[in-house]
């Protein structure tokens, strides 16, 4: 079957580092990316690696191995406004198509 | 430039009625993806249209069905509800084609609730 595994909860002070890893298991792959839902809020994109290494945006920062089937989301600086959940999700398929595998999210607690 | 618009945002049905959810995506794209997000199961695709047509289904039984206009608009449909088609129910569109990150927009969501 097609899993990807992120942990359930993370929690972090702010001005913190913190990493969210995700592993994933899928029949195909061209990338994977990075999704952020506040509650009751909707998903809004926040990164994309197709080949490996990092790549950076502002304080957030993604890395994938594609070797390891393992990919991270680093976030920097952390910010009350940080805490939401956090996707990690897989194109299994080779068009630009909407379809995406996601993770069960990791719900980040930043706190004072 | 307007965002994904869902609607209705919420609603009430009962079990064995039927509902319609209607999305408009952003101007310009041509793909539009619906997601069921429920606690247990997280974001699960339903399916993707993409110039009228739809271009990939996920694992969800016949009860679910979609379709898209010439402008691009979408709706889903689910029919005979059961309790367990409580849930969010995302709408996301994308470009669809060419080369890029195939970021999607979400909408806000339509909570159907099955009682």
């Known amino acids: 079957g097609q899993s990807l595994e992120q942990p359930s909860e993370v929690t972090a002070v702010e001005g913190a580092i913190v990493q969210i890893n995700c592993t994933y298991q899928?029949?195909?792959?061209?990338?994977l990316s990075w999704y952020q839902q506040h509650d009751g809020g909707a998903p809004t994109f926040l990164s994309y690696?197709?080949?490996?290494g990092l790549e950076e945006t502002g304080r957030f920062s993604s890395f994938l191995s594609r070797s390891d089937s393992y990919g991270y989301l680093l976030l920097q600086e952390l910010q009350m406004k940080d805490s939401a959940s956090y996707f990690c999700?897989?194109?299994?398929?080779?068009?630009?198509?909407?379809?995406?595998?996601f993770g069960q999210g990791t719900t980040l607690q930043v706190k004072p | 430039k307007a965002g994904v618009t869902q609607t209705p945002r919420y609603l009430i049905k009962t079990r064995g009625q039927q509902v319609t959810l209607s999305c408009s995506p952003i101007s310009g794209h041509r793909s539009v993806s619906w997601y069921q997000q429920t606690p247990g199961q997280g974001l699960q695709f339903l399916f993707e249209y993409f110039s009228e047509t739809q271009r990939n289904k996920g694992n969800f039984p016949g009860r679910f069905s979609g379709r898209q206009f010439s402008n691009s608009r979408s709706e889903m449909n689910v029919s005979t509800l059961e309790l367990g088609d409580s849930a969010l129910y995302l709408c996301?569109?994308?470009?669809?084609?060419?080369?890029?990150?195939?970021?999607?927009?979400f909408g806000e969501g339509s909570r159907l609730t099955v009682l």
């Open positions: 690696n197709a080949l490996d």
């Open positions: 996301a569109s994308s470009v669809g084609a060419g080369l890029g990150t195939g970021e999607l927009f």
């Open positions: 899928t029949s195909g792959f061209y990338g």
């Open positions: 999700a897989v194109r299994d398929d080779s068009g630009n198509t909407g379809k995406l595998i």
